[in-house]
Every structure is written in C-alpha cells, then in structure tokens.
C-alpha cells in the first residue's frame, strides 16, 4: 500500500524515473509524466526503475503474509573473469538499497 501511495522518488543516489504498475495496469514515466498501458493480466506488483539502471519489484507473497522484494543492480563486465567483483559490488549495494527505500 505503501509504495503504491507513497512511491519513493530515489533509490540511493539515482532517481526514479519509470514507475510500472501491474495492478492498474499503468506504466508512467517521471520524466514526461506519460502514462501508458501495460497489456499484461492485472497482477499485485510494482516496479521502479532508476537513472542508473536499478530496477527494485515489488509484490506480496502468493503464501505468507509478507511483501517480496526482488533488486536488479546494473556491473559493468568487461570479460567472463569480471563476474566475481561485478557480483561482489551488486550484493554490497544492497543493504544501502533496503536503508533507502526504509525497509
């Protein structure tokens, strides 16, 4: 209810700017203020999309009483042996990720 209502305009430094949501079916872009239609089935999830390429969905559990997060931090990666400090910088950002959006 909260991030529906009450959206969050950053996450860490970089700031929002595509907000989807599947249950209104609406995807609106911050920068224009265009809103247009998601065609997919009505579903409880909401997505932010950042500058720098973080995408943060939102949506409550199927089963428990609980909200599920899933995080998505762009690495840059170079060659295949760039994994494991890509990897390593993404899960660092996270708990600064959580702090942010006050969860």
């Known amino acids: 209810h909260r991030f529906r ?6 996450i860490l430094d970089s ?8 249950k209104e079916g609406i995807s609106k872009d911050l ?5 247009t239609a998601i ?6 999830v909401l997505q932010f999309f950042t500058e720098d390429g ?13 909200i599920k997060f899933y995080f998505e931090i762009p690495a840059v990666m170079e060659t295949p042996a760039d994994y494991a400090r ?3 910088e993404a899960e660092a950002k996270v708990p600064a ?6 969860i």
């Open 86 to 88: 890509a990897t390593a």
């Open 31 to 35: 920068r224009s203020g265009m809103e």
């Open 97 to 102: 990720i959580k702090a942010s959006m006050g």
């Open 15 to 22: 700031k929002i700017i595509e907000i989807k949501d599947y």
């Open 54 to 66: 973080t995408k943060i969905s939102v949506r409550p559990s199927g089963t428990e009483p609980k």
């Open 39 to 44: 065609d997919l089935p009505k579903s409880d």
């Open 5 to 10: 209502n009450e959206p969050p305009t950053h």
